[in-house]
């Protein structure tokens, strides 16, 4: 998995002050995108455990009280970054267990729970979005944007609490 940005501090991708990862490689190609850059799975720089540690550490850092860890991209729900992901997100839940995950996609829920059980990477897709505590899913629609909605873009994403999902 690569990835392009990782900020320890962010206020903008999700609620409260938040780590927020970038990850590499989307394939929805919406128009209007203001992250085409990270499209390109191979593009950025390579994730590391270092990385992965510094995100641990980060977290539990009592000096900035941070509420949870964002994923973001390129699409988190890249086949790339699937197994990657769901290792940083056991780790975030055993570690800093009173953190929340939030992650972007731009597949929608319905469009997930109708891909499982076709491989094994839709199940890991799936088997992702249902261990973060927010799925904002959706691809961006340039003609449905609305700058006065908070934490989606367009009108047609969706910011859904996943709790007793699966």
């Known amino acids: 998995m690569n990835y392009h ?4 501090t962010d206020m903008l991708n999700g609620p409260g002050i938040r780590n927020v990862l970038f990850v590499s490689g989307c394939t929805h190609g919406c128009k209007g995108c203001y992250n085409e850059s ?9 994730f590391s455990k270092e990385l992965e540690d510094q995100i641990i550490r980060d977290l539990q850092d009592t000096r900035i009280k ?14 790339r970054n699937i197994l990657p992901l ?6 975030v839940r055993k570690e800093c267990p009173d953190k929340t995950i939030w992650m972007w996609t731009g597949y ?18 799936y088997y ?16 449905l944007h609305d700058p006065t909605l908070k ?16």
């Open 5 to 8: 940005q990782y900020y320890p």
């Open 38 to 46: 990270t499209w390109n799975p191979k593009s950025g720089m390579a």
């Open 66 to 79: 941070r509420d949870g860890l964002t994923l973001s991209g390129g699409d988190p729900l890249h086949e």
């Open 86 to 91: 769901i290792q940083l997100v056991h780790r």
């Open 108 to 125: 929608t829920l319905p469009e997930l729970e109708a891909m499982r059980d076709n491989t094994q990477v839709t199940n890991d897709r």
């Open 128 to 143: 992702l979005a249902t261990l973060v505590d927010v799925l904002v899913d959706g691809k961006f629609v340039q003609e």
């Open 151 to 166: 934490f989606v873009g367009s009108s047609n994403q969706n910011i859904i609490e996943i709790k007793n999902v699966s």
